[in-house]
């Protein structure tokens, strides 16, 4: 049921309806070979190496059980 799935997922009914809509677009979106015409607002990544670096960093600090906070990523 989509009122069951948006409320777990803490997001309006529409918002889901939308993103079930363009099911397709989105996941079509993330392949390289899309032309980039047709995107309107899905950018990649601007800082791609920084954002590997946080992600190794990530798991290495979750592998020795520290906890992790926003504030602190």
Known sequence: MKTEVAKEFNIPLSLLSTILKNH???IG????AAPLKDRKRIH???YAAM???LLEW???MHATN???S???V
């Open 24 to 26: 397709d677009k989105i």
């Open 29 to 32: 979106s993330s392949d390289a």
């Open 44 to 46: 990649g990544q601007k």
């Open 51 to 53: 954002e590997g670096k």
């Open 58 to 60: 990530y798991h290495e």
């Open 66 to 68: 520290l906890p992790l």
């Open 70 to 72: 926003g504030h602190l």
